[in-house]
């Protein structure tokens, strides 16, 4: 199926709100959440930003922000340019929890699946191709005086690295953080729950499955956080104050 084609029947979809797949599922929860959340001004960073859909929820719900976004492949980079041109920052690094250079598997045939470790994939005989990037920590590029309000990282399991090379601008702002963490990916990074869950509570802040927060009920506790994660019922949260 064309990119074309997928896109049409997407918009379809959309516009008769039905929801087939799990990441459909998500993708509607997080632009509700964005849509209740996010104000004129709101300022938003998108971690592994692809072809953009994240910042085109940004720019509808907060034209006024300033936005920034990471993209490390270089055709997706260079498409993010050519499509929002000085209207959003936009930088050719993979986020991690220090900055140096090092190796990338762009997953040509997959390329939702590309990162600094090879996974599982959900395709046969993935085309990789290992690209050199430069890694960088939030906390070195995002001006302090710019209040953060909102974060979208999906980074194919290395979204804990991403957070430990944010931990002043979250523990300032506590922003909303929409991420995904799940098996087959996570797991490659050595990254489990606790992990994650005591890096929230180290920045006062917690975890909820999104439709939860979205319905006002309560947030998770650890053992129900590392439930979602180990029978793989969920693998996108968000994280708030």
Do not use: W
Not at 61 to 90: C, D, T, V, W
Not at 205 to 231: D, R, T, V
């Amino acid at each position: 199926m064309t990119s074309a084609v997928k896109n049409l029947a997407k918009g379809i979809l959309s516009a008769l709100h039905i929801r087939i797949t799990r990441n459909q599922e998500y993708d509607y929860q997080a632009y509700k959440i964005l849509q209740r959340n996010l104000k004129a001004d709101s300022n938003g960073i998108d971690v592994g930003c692809h072809e953009g859909e994240f910042l085109d929820f940004f720019l509808k719900f907060s034209p006024a922000g300033s936005h920034f976004a990471f993209e490390p492949l270089p055709p997706y980079y260079e498409n993010l340019q050519a499509k929002y041109g000085q209207s959003i920052r936009i930088f050719p690094y993979a986020l991690s929890n220090e900055a140096k250079t090092t190796h990338f598997n762009f997953v040509k045939n997959a390329p939702a699946f590309s990162g600094l470790k090879e996974r599982s994939y959900n395709t046969s005989n993935p085309g990789i191709e290992k690209i050199e990037v430069k890694t960088e920590r939030l906390d070195n590029l995002i001006p302090t005086d710019i209040p953060i309000n909102f974060i979208k990282i999906d980074v194919e399991g290395a979204e804990f690295m991403v957070l430990q090379g944010a931990s002043q601008l979250i523990k300032k702002n506590k922003p909303l953080i929409i991420f995904e963490f799940g098996i087959g990916a996570s797991d490659y990074y050595n990254t489990k729950p606790e992990d994650v869950f005591d890096f929230f509570a180290s920045c006062d802040m917690k975890i909820s499955l999104m439709k939860s927060f979205l319905s006002n009920n309560g947030a998770l506790s650890i053992s129900e956080f590392s439930k979602c994660y180990n029978s793989n019922s969920d693998y996108y949260f968000i994280a708030h104050p």
